[in-house]
């Protein structure tokens, strides 16, 4: 089977399964620093900066530098970078994430395993295939030069892409900026773009990667990458996003349930009264 440019299935076939290997080697490389630091909180980190490795090592297997494979990379790693040196910031800030304490401590009093496996199997074996799930439009995206131009479709992704971008790094600064107040100690963050939505930082997550999917839509292999954001849509929304994170704070905050109340669980709404 041949597609309007160069690619092949087997072409394909080997792209695909070179980056799932260097993924999953990137997670036994960061579960080796979670054991030496005894603390597996980087893995969040990495989830967006490993997205980055896959799309540059794509473009290293395919060659040419055309506008849409460098338009693919180039939006992945301005978000990638910026998000992974956040949440790095975070851990360093903050000591050990407290999902992965309680992972842990349940790992090994219920079911009796050591650290070490318990950090392998449930956080770094676990994200690898996620990553590489998600990260399928700028992995598929890459595979066939044609059509070389960018059409409306691609643009439109673009745009919607860099507005995931500022809308999660507006919101992530407005939260940090909330915290770094003593006053706002135990209070609800309902201000900026929290006040139209609970998980703005989610929500940018996911425009983000659904423009990378449009942007890779344009080609025939990158329509079949659909299964990348919807994967990531279903994780930050059903799965390990918005209940975890909501689980916490409707134990923590009193005014939580308010706010929950008023205020859009994902979209952008304007409050209820």
């Known amino acids: 089977m041949r597609w309007q440019g160069e690619a092949t299935m087997s072409s394909l076939a080997t792209i695909l399964l070179t980056n799932f290997v260097v993924a999953f080697a990137l997670f036994v490389a960061l579960w080796l620093v979670g054991l030496w630091r005894r603390d597996p909180s980087h893995v969040d980190a990495f989830w967006a900066l490993g997205m980055v490795v896959l799309a540059w090592v794509t473009l290293a297997q395919v060659g040419d530098a055309t506008p849409r494979r460098l338009l693919l990379v180039g939006l992945c790693s301005i978000w990638g970078v910026r998000l992974g040196g956040y949440l790095l910031w975070r851990v ?13 401590a349940k790992a090994q009093s219920d079911r009796g395993w050591g650290f070490a496996k318990a950090t392998f199997i449930l956080v770094f ?13 700028v992995q598929l995206g890459q595979i066939d030069a044609a059509p070389l131009a960018i059409g409306t479709l691609g643009w439109i992704g673009a745009a919607l892409a860099v507005v995931g971008i500022l809308f ?6 407005q939260l ?98």
């Open 168 to 173: 999660e790094t507006i919101g992530d600064a």
């Open 92 to 104: 360093h800030k903050h000591g050990a994430d407290r999902r992965y304490v309680k992972i842990m």
């Open 176 to 273: 940090v900026r909330f915290k770094a107040d003593p006053a706002n100690n135990g209070q609800v963050m309902d201000k900026g773009l929290w006040r139209y939505t609970r998980h703005p930082n989610y929500f940018g997550d996911a425009c983000t990667w659904w423009g990378l999917f449009l942007v890779a839509a344009e080609t025939v292999p990158g329509m079949w990458s659909v299964a990348g954001p919807l994967l990531l849509t279903y994780l930050l929304t059903k799965w390990s996003g918005v209940p975890t994170v909501e689980g916490k704070l409707k134990r923590s905050r009193p005014g939580y349930a308010d706010y929950v109340r008023r205020t859009s669980g994902f979209v952008p709404m304007p409050p209820k009264p």
């Open 125 to 137: 074996a676990l994200q690898a295939p996620l990553l590489w799930v998600v990260s399928l439009p």
